[in-house]
């Protein structure tokens, strides 16, 4: 039996999010910041069901991520692209943040 559209779109939606966490992986190492491994995705709700939210440890919001950039990026290089810049640049000002007293 076929998977209906909206199966298809969640499992999309998961390649996305597995792709972001391979990214916060990388960032770890790069910028030596193993804190950046505490960052946690959200799952869809039923509020937001087009979106995960990147938080910390005290569900504050890191970035938010569209679920159409998701769905895209496992089969789009500049989509993932795009992704991993928003990514990089929040996780680098969440950081920043921590850093001030």
Sequence with gaps: ?????????????????QILKDMLSELVIELQRPEIAELSFTEPTFDEPEQVSLIDSAKKV???IKGDDLADAPATPSRRQHLKAQVRIAVIKFLRERRTP
């Design 1 to 17: 039996m076929a998977n209906s559209p909206t199966e298809i779109r969640d499992k999309e939606i998961g390649a996305g999010v």
């Design 62 to 64: 890191v970035t938010t």
